[in-house]
């Protein structure tokens, strides 16, 4: 038995290209329905020896996992780079990321989940009281391509730290980093089962075989169209979810805020993955008054930015030719109706790369400001003053990140915005923090990834009473 689904040998398969060469870096088994029940099944199993272990059980192993990792990061490096052609620097970024949330689920799972006593009320003086959260059993995840390393430890490594058995359908673009670290787990502890920590391949068919499988609990990262369609397959067997989805964040620039360190964040939050982040910033509101203070900065950071696979290079290609194509829809209609383009336009655009964007006074209702672009093209607007930049930063359906920069009102602003997470002073910050909670509200989602929420959102609440 093992860790993959097993195949027949008639099973379809499909090519990983990297995006920026077209050459083709692995290829996978396309897994259908059949195999992806077989393999839930056996994760059940598994999942019972797991549950047995405890919390002081299951700690060394998840614990040799991230010692594993850690030691055998190059590798993780190397595969990450060839699959997606991203600087490598940004995979380092997102295992030890990823590495972090494991170490902290695994320290922390015990004191929140165990069992405590709870005062029962005066109604039900005369009961004893306890509470304590359950592994689900077995649960699903599905992560994007965009970042495989970080979301399959994150997802993955919390969901087994509190009791669960994984069972992970990573991106069919890209599998291969994802896989390297799931088998690390089994090569860090080889007499854990197989199917403790095991995967699925294929495209969206093999993430709703996962959703309709029998899993007990769904957890999905990815774009807000997929969202829909993974709550709908995971509605009739009411299987329950959680959705980290996609977003629109805004940054507010104060009057008193250091305009150098705005701009440099700004332009790196927008850049950081090609713009290819779900917390990436998108737009931006400056307060007239030191507008173009602030974008004489901004322009700064944005020029000459080394876009390729170079080992200097800010950031890579677009990983698909789809992606290439919502940008140029968003920058051609922002600059005919009327917004500028302060840093580059139409013409950065050279697929699979396209060179940082920066769009000035783009119209509120514009798809620039509206949709997630989801590439390396930032809005600035002016506002009058905070309170409408407020006002237009929550004029959103999304609410995923944000950030502010302000030297004195920072934490009286960041209480303002709609928003799962908001960083005063820095950007994406609160995403990496392992003890706090990540996730959105409105179209970026329900549910908790990390922290003490995170480790509950892999675990049921059981209320056991006992009359006296
Ligand atoms: P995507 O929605 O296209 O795909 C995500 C995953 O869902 C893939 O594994 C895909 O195969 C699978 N899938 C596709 N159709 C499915 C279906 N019908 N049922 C079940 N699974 C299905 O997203 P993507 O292009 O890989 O990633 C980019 C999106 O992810 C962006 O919108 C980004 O904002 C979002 N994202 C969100 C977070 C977060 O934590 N909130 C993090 C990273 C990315």
Redesign the pocket.
Known sequence: MTAQAEHTERAATFDVRNPATGAVVGTFPVDDDAAVRAQVERAREAQRWWSELGFAGRRPYLQRWVRYLALHCDEIYELGHTETARPRADVQFELFAGLEDVRWAAVHARKVLRERRVAPGLAMANFDARLSYQPYGVVGV??????PVY?TLSGAGVALAAGNAVVV?????SPASAIAVLEAFHTANPDAPPALVSWVTG??E???A??GSGVDKLA????????R??MA?CAPTLTPVVL????KDATIVAADADLEAAAAAVMWGGLFNGGQ??VGVERVYVVQEVRDAFLDAVKKQATGVDVGTGPLSAYGPMTTEAQVEIVRRHVTDALAAGAQALVGGPESIRPPYIDPIVLVDVPEDRPAVRE?T?GPVVVVNTVPDVDEAVRRANSTEFG?GSSVFSARGGPAIARALRAGGTTVNSVLTFVGMSSMP?G?VGS??FGR?HGADGLREFAYARSVVRKR
């Open positions: 599905i992560t994007p391509w965009n970042a979301l359908k990573p991106s069919e673009l495209f969206g093999t993430g709703s996962l959703c999905f990262t990815g774009s807000v169209p997929t969202g369609r993974v397959a980290e989805l996609g977003g982040a779900c997630e989801f995923l990540f959105g970026s989602g990834f």
